[in-house]
T-cell receptor, first 117, second 114 residues
Framework: GAGVSQSPRYKVAKRGQDVALRCDPI?????LFWYQQALGQGPEFLTY????????KSGLPSDRFFAERPEGSVSTLKIQRTQKEDSAVYLCASSTRLAGGTYNEQFFGPGTRLTVL | GENVEQHPSTLSVQEGDSAVIKCTYS??????FPWYKQELGKGPQLIID?????GEKKDQRIAVTLNKTAKHFSLHITETQPEDSAVYFC?????????????FGQGTELSVKP
């Protein structure tokens, strides 16, 4: 079946521009996560949605970062006034919810590589 | 908060040999430990995971062990093949607030030489 898809795969922005990154999770997956992966590093948590509710945004690095999932399916990560330090791969992951409130494995998309010039 | 340390950062083995990657975590409340394989230009792919109520899990050539007391877990790959070459990440998750976030290690670049 279809996995997690992300678009665009590559994005080049000039410093100061706004960008929007899209994530299409696996159909029916309740949970959606955004991670940021700097070159040569492990992914770092940004934010988490359960359906349309954003339950944790503790990893967002600044108020220039904003994420939404208005209908509980597709999600968009928006970065305003991009800076060079925002250059990274942005990964989206989704997962189902197991009975009893525990969570299942997270399936990752291919990521969007953002380069800020 | 949770912190995950992963070693080694690079590992080179001959085809057919075994490879072992080790991780330690700091939060004793963490209860789920996945391992991901990431190839160049791709997202992380789950290869095996283990929950805190289990000490060992095996899937063909891949196995994971968990020592909750010492707060460390390891990935074992036997009979390595060139296609096993990739970056491997361990992670730890603590369920909370109806969810949970993965904390990743720094990654191990595995090279399997034919």
């Amino acid at each position: 079946g279809a996995g997690v898809s992300q678009s665009p795969r590559y994005k080049v922005a000039k410093r100061g521009q706004d960008v929007a990154l899209r994530c299409d999770p696996i159909s029916g997956h309740v949970s959606l996560f955004w991670y940021q992966q700097a070159l040569g590093q492990g992914p770092e948590f940004l934010t988490y949605f359960q359906n349309e509710a954003q339950l944790d945004k503790s990893g967002l690095p600044s108020d220039r970062f904003f994420a939404e999932r208005p209908e509980g399916s597709v999600s968009t990560l928006k970065i305003q006034r991009t800076q060079k330090e925002d250059s990274a791969v942005y990964l989206c992951a989704s997962s189902t919810r197991l009975a009893g409130g525990t969570y299942n494995e997270q399936f990752f998309g291919p990521g969007t590589r953002l380069t800020v010039l | 908060g949770e912190n995950v340390e992963q070693h080694p950062s690079t590992l080179s083995v001959q085809e057919g040999d075994s490879a072992v990657i080790k991780c330690t975590y700091s939060d004793s409340a963490s209860n789920y430990f996945p391992w991901y394989k990431q190839e160049l230009g791709k997202g992380p792919q789950l290869i095996i995971d283990i929950r805190s109520n289990v000490g060992e899990k095996k899937d063909q050539r891949i196995a994971v062990t968990l020592n909750k007391t010492a707060k460390h877990f390891s990935l074992h790959i036997t009979e390595t093949q060139p296609e096993d070459s990739a970056v491997y990440f361990c992670a730890a998750l603590r369920s909370y607030n109806q969810g949970g976030k993965l904390i990743f290690g720094q990654g191990t670049e595995l090279s399997v030489k034919p």
